[in-house]
């Protein structure tokens, strides 16, 4: 019976406990056969049929399996299983022992599916307990508490048969107080592979190990010359430092024989970390960033991890396929920034990795594709689309895994990568246990789909894009088990790629429909790309004007790129927030650049100039800019003559500059200017400066009044001087002839010596022309403008003064003597 035991197919545990717990009582056959006849009599451990009613307590205990060794068994080996198990239940759980079922070969993929979704104990499928001392003895198991256990087992007692994968249950048989009998109380499964010959066939197989991270640039940059960039916080430092995500991520795939998927962004991100940098903190500050020996490090290593093997780069950034073919293509321009992302990321991975990588592969979110997600993977360039058996199936149409590579027409292929395999790492690895469940599902996917066909093909496993460090941790160890294994043999992308494809494969790509609509949920919105499309119009229209524009077209154009990356999915307002953060700031840096706002104008008279002052804050200078000033009202106020005035203007960093405009006003009144820039292909440059212009022009009829008023004051003036005249030649007249004049005679020049004039000449203004300019108000230096004799103004004409010509003596009597 014990020797039984030890074999697959018996029933070796009621024998067993039957002899073990029974032998001090119970004596002979019959006893025996009386006992399995009266079940209702037997002791606690007798032997109790174990039907499926018994396999709704099979939940009481869980059973956890931190390790099993080898992961691939061959002939010879010893199989070591260890793990916990704990009391779920609020029943102390007695008389337990931990043991192995191993159960028939599973010789379909479908199979291995299966047992890995059963959940409870089912009799006569979980095959039989190997038992013997190949258990593990607990006497009490109190509620709540784990304990350990560990199982060695040589290869020769599982029972395996030939080359195949083989079910591992791990079980606790034991009692309650309630149901003092044994059952199952509690059961993990879990697979065998088992290949102890050279394979027939052995599969290619290719493993993608994706360097892919989110977004942690932002387009800011300093003013400096070396424009020291900004992150948005310092989480990038904390994933390449030791023990990080992307730490583990390269420091396990070093080791192992993969394809390096790769965004470039990320690449460019560490790089910049190597120098100067900033991270962004709340409100508008920046502290300095300090992790560049941790930067320069990690990139030293990978340089040195991919040097000899094939390199994918992703498109800059790692733009989501799925939501621009969705929600993007009908933005005007969505298409240009995929082909700018693409076209950059070759050159990005060659400046720091020193390799040239591949730039022909797209790969979809979760490989899951359709007619528009292949159309615009391809347009930039691409002409391999990785997709996913899950997503493109073939519908029973084999019986077997296809190779990976399929033509789906237009010259483009598509990579179809095994889904259960690629799938393996995605749950929560953070325990023992379930890394090695998940390593043992990928194994026996892998086994099985060796075994199908004795065909060589050609299998893809494209993981998550960003596994955690437990995931890439379980999936290393995956790798390194299957290499050492006999029916799998690694090869790069390309070569899978370039494979002979399966006739019977499918070709056809799913409908759009048929898109998954747990990922349709969690895409970017047509506003997204409707947001980087205005930024890009802006930007263009910003780069015009600078004398060196790459200093802001390329710390923008990447962050747009940014703005559109898959790690995006599922968090839409700390994307929107970062793709708004891009226009803002781009909005801010434009603005410094504007016309300085302008007060209301006053013109008197028919001509005038207008300044406009253009100012630069910049820290480089401005150029191709033309300043527009237009008149509303051109009918009143006329810009050099016409409605509107251009002129161009050059400004270098940190100056203003004024320009000024010649204007010319018709009609009074009130008109509104508006100054505006413009880039030199007509676009407006940042917001207008509008002004009011009041016209005090002169017109003629005031100017009719006011010559009116000098033409009478003219005319006041030759009745003034007549007057004089006469009253001067009435005194000659008086006083005698001029022979009687004094000795010295009239003074040279003096009117005395002139032909006396007539009325009309005194009043006709005919003289020598000084009267004229006297009639005309202009008043002749000396003059006092008094009307009085005694102040009458000495002209030319003017009689010698009388006093000045009579004699010296004593005056006669009754001698007039003009004072």
Do not use: C
Request: charged letters at 20%.
């Amino acid at each position: 019976m014990a020797e039984a035991a030890d074999f697959q197919g018996m029933s070796p545990s009621p024998a067993r406990r039957w002899l073990r717990r029974t032998a001090a009582l119970l004596a002979g056959a019959p006893l025996l056969a009386g006992l399995l006849q009266f079940p209702a009599a037997v002791p606690a451990r007798a032997a109790v049929p174990e039907t499926p009613k018994e396999a709704s307590g099979s939940h009481t205990v869980a059973v956890a399996v931190d390790s099993l060794s080898p992961a691939v068994l061959t002939g010879g080996d010893t199989l070591t299983v260890s793990g916990t198990v704990t009391n779920k239940s609020k029943q102390t759980v007695t008389d337990a022992h931990v043991g192995l079922r191993v159960g028939h070969e599973l010789t379909t993929r479908s199979a291995v599916a299966s047992v890995a979704d059963r959940g409870g104990y089912v009799a006569g499928v979980d095959g039989s307990e190997i038992g013997g001392k190949y258990v593990a003895e607990f006497p009490e198991l109190s509620p709540g508490v784990a304990q350990h256990f560990s199982i060695s087992v040589p290869v020769d007692k599982l029972g395996l048969g030939g080359n195949g994968v083989y079910p591992l249950g791990v079980s606790l048989t034991g009692e309650t107080s309630t149901q003092r009998w044994d059952r199952v109380l509690g059961i993990q499964r879990t697979f065998l592979p088992w290949e102890p010959d050279e394979a027939d066939t052995q599969t290619r197989a290719t493993f993608l190990w994706p360097l892919v991270s989110s977004v942690h640039m932002t387009a800011e940059t300093g003013s400096n010359e070396q424009q020291t960039p900004v992150f948005r916080n310092d989480d990038l430092a904390a994933e390449i430092s030791p023990g990080g995500r992307l730490d583990r991520m390269l420091s396990l795939g070093e080791k192992l024989d993969v394809t390096w998927v790769i965004d470039p962004d990320l690449l460019a991100s560490v790089d910049a970390m190597t120098g100067s940098y900033r991270i962004g903190t709340e409100g508008d500050t920046t502290t300095a960033g300090t992790h560049q020996d941790v930067a320069k490090r990690w990139l030293a290593s990978l340089q040195q991890a991919v040097r000899g093997k094939e390199v994918v780069a992703l498109p800059f950034a790692d733009p989501d396929l799925a939501s621009l073919a969705h929600n993007g293509t009908s933005v005007t321009g969505s298409l240009s920034q995929l082909k700018a992302a693409t076209d950059v990321a070759a050159t990005t991975v060659r400046t720091v990795l020193h390799v040239t990588p591949t730039t022909d592969f797209a790969w979809p979110v979760d490989g899951a594709v359709d007619p528009s997600i292949v159309k615009v993977a391809t347009s930039a360039g691409a002409d391999k689309v990785i997709a996913r058996s899950d997503s493109m199936r073939d519908a029973g149409r084999l019986y077997y895994t296809p190779s990976a590579a399929r033509p789906i027409g237009g010259g483009t292929s598509a990579v179809v990568a095994d889904a259960p395999m690629s799938t393996a790492f995605q749950g929560d690895m953070t325990t023992a246990s379930a890394s090695t469940l998940a390593v043992q599902r990928f194994l026996a996917e892998s086994l099985s789909l060796n075994l199908q066909t004795h065909r060589q093909r050609s299998i893809v496993v494209a993981p998550q894009r960003m596994p955690t460090g437990y995931q890439a941790q379980a999936m290393s160890k995956a790798l390194t088990a299957l290499n050492s294994g006999n029916w799998s043999v690694p090869q790069d992308l390309t070569a899978a790629a370039k494979a002979e494809p399966d006739p019977d494969a499918t070709t056809k790509v799913p409908s759009t429909k048929s898109y998954p609509s747990s990922l349709r949920k969690r895409e970017l919105p047509r506003a997204a790309f409707q947001t980087i499309a205005d930024t890009q119009d802006e930007l263009e229209n910003f780069q015009l004007v600078l004398t060196y524009p790459s200093r802001v077209v390329t710390p923008f154009g990447r962050a747009l790129n940014r703005g559109m990356s898959a790690s995006w999915r599922g968090k839409t307002d700390r994307a929107s927030v970062f793709r708004h953060g891009v226009q803002f700031y781009l909005e801010t840096l434009a603005g410094q650049v504007r016309l300085i706002d302008k007060s209301d104008t006053k013109l008197s008279g028919r001509s005038a100039t207008i300044p406009v002052t253009v100012q630069n804050n910049l820290v480089q200078g401005v150029d191709h800019l033309v300043l527009r000033l237009t008149s509303t009202n051109p009918t009143r106020l006329k810009i050099d003559g016409n409605r509107f005035a251009e002129q161009p203007v050059t400004v270098s960093g940190g100056h203003s500059q004024t320009v000024k405009f010649s204007t010319s006003a018709n009609v009074n009144g009130q008109t509104t200017v508006v100054a505006q820039l413009y880039t030199q292909n007509g676009e407006t440059y940042g917001d207008p400066v509008t002004f009011d212009v009041q016209v005090t022009e002169i017109t003629a009829t005031v100017m009719l009044v006011i010559g009116g008023g000098v033409l009478l004051l003219v005319l006041a003036g030759f009745r003034m001087y007549t007057q004089r005249k006469r009253a001067a030649a009435r005194y000659a007249d008086e006083t005698g002839p001029a022979s009687e004049a004094p000795e010295n005679g009239p003074q040279e020049g003096s009117d005395a010596a002139e032909e006396p004039r007539t009325d009309t000449e005194a009043d006709g203004g005919s003289g020598d022309g000084r009267e004229g300019s006297e009639g005309a108000g202009e008043p002749h230096p000396g003059d006092s403008g008094s009307a009085t004799e005694t102040d009458t103004p000495q002209q030319p004409s003017d009689p010698a003064p009388d006093t000045a010509a009579e004699s010296a003596g004593p005056s006669g009597t009754g001698e007039r003597v003009d004072r």
